[in-house]
């Protein structure tokens, strides 16, 4: 298999000045301790690149990460959002980034979203999927995703710690966490479905990450929902794309049967997991999945260019 062309959908980054929200009366999580300064170091970022053979990372920051629950969001997004794109014009050829917006701030947050992408040339939106009882269905959440159908820019839909599920779960650990947080991934991915929200909103591509796996799980012959990824072209399937991480053959080869190849990206979720898609190891597992090399070079950053293509698409709309 030649050279893969690999792009990182899933790379958490904190501009300089940034740093990762706690409570004052409350320790800093171990695993944020592990991380420590690396979220925000642009040289680790890269020489981690180079050393994996990735071509270029999605950068992306969850709201929440950054913001205090009473913050005024709107301007914590509008300063983020200038300073990823800062970010971006001093890495051109190695980084994209994904626009932060309060996914559910009505239409002062899709001002905003359309702001960082026409403006400050952002390709996305990097929402959390959920807010307290309201999923990325609600209607408090429509004008934001309408922007990005509009645009023609993904939305990348991360997970949040719902409660009271992360409480009842923390007995189980880091797996508890991911847990809790997987749930909310995979209901807020078929709340989309199951409301009609792609059919309102026909150009809306949306991408789960793979913590979201049961919301596949529970599609098909014994599922409630067998026709979210239909393959006929009027089929839900067009609209939803599986970010995979860790890069393990037979969770590749899963997904891949239920949304195919054209529906899959790359991710890494740096520097949370400590681990890169590497080239060999990336090639070996799509090798080991059975893909094809055209449907290697699909999933390895074929997909996802052709996602961050769209505000461009989108811009030219709007001039023409």
């Known amino acids: 298999m030649d050279k893969?062309?690999?792009?990182?959908?899933?790379?958490?980054?904190?501009?300089?000045?940034?740093?990762?929200?706690?409570?004052?009366d409350r320790p800093l999580d171990p695993l944020w301790a592990r991380i420590g300064t690396k979220i925000s170091d642009i040289d680790a970022l890269i020489a981690d690149s180079d050393t994996a053979g990735i071509a270029r990372r999605v950068i992306g920051v969850a709201l929440s990460m950054v913001a205090a629950p009473d913050?005024?969001?709107g301007a914590v997004s509008r300063r983020l959002n200038d300073d990823l794109a800062a970010t971006v014009a001093r890495h051109p050829d190695r980084l994209f980034a994904l626009a932060t917006v309060d996914a559910f701030g009505g239409e002062a947050a899709a001002a905003e979203a359309r702001?960082?992408?026409?403006?400050?040339?952002?390709?996305?939106?990097?929402?959390?999927?959920?807010?307290?009882?309201?999923?990325i269905d609600a209607p408090e959440a429509r004008p934001v995703l309408r922007v990005a159908a509009e645009l023609g820019v993904?939305?990348?839909?991360?997970?949040?710690?719902?409660?009271?599920?992360?409480?009842?779960?923390?007995?189980?650990?880091?797996?508890?966490?991911?847990?809790?947080?997987?749930?909310?991934?995979?209901?807020?991915?078929?709340?989309?479905?199951?409301?009609?929200?792609?059919?309102?909103?026909?150009?809306?591509?949306?991408?789960?990450?793979?913590?979201?796996?049961?919301?596949?799980?529970?599609?098909?012959?014994?599922?409630?929902?067998?026709?979210?990824?239909?393959?006929?072209?009027?089929g839900k399937r067009r609209h939803l794309y599986?970010?995979?991480?860790?890069?393990?053959?037979?969770?590749?080869?899963?997904?891949?049967?239920?949304?195919?190849?054209?529906?899959?990206?790359?991710?890494?979720?740096w520097p949370?997991?400590?681990?890169?898609?590497?080239?060999g190891g990336l090639a070996a597992a799509f090798e080991a999945a059975g893909l094809s090399e055209h449907e290697a070079e699909l999933i390895a950053g074929r997909n996802a260019l052709a996602l961050l293509e769209g505000n461009r698409r989108g811009r030219d709309r709007l001039t023409a």
Request: charged share 15%.
């Open 4 to 24: 893969l062309n690999i792009i990182d959908f899933h790379t958490h980054f904190l501009p300089q000045g940034w740093e990762v929200y706690r409570a004052t």
């Open 71 to 73: 913050a005024d969001l």
């Open 115 to 135: 702001r960082a992408i026409l403006e400050r040339n952002l390709s996305g939106l990097f929402l959390d999927s959920a807010k307290g009882d309201k999923l």
């Open 154 to 234: 993904p939305v990348f839909l991360h997970p949040v710690n719902p409660e009271p599920l992360s409480t009842q779960l923390s007995g189980l650990g880091r797996l508890g966490t991911r847990l809790s947080r997987g749930t909310i991934n995979a209901a807020a991915a078929i709340s989309l479905v199951t409301s009609g929200v792609f059919e309102e909103l026909p150009e809306l591509r949306v991408v789960m990450t793979a913590l979201g796996i049961s919301a596949l799980a529970l599609t098909g012959p014994f599922g409630e929902l067998p026709s979210i990824f239909a393959d006929a072209p009027a």
């Open 242 to 269: 599986i970010d995979i991480m860790p890069s393990e053959a037979r969770f590749i080869r899963f997904v891949t049967s239920l949304v195919g190849a054209d529906h899959v990206l790359t991710g890494s979720d």
């Open 272 to 279: 949370i997991l400590g681990h890169d898609p590497t080239q």
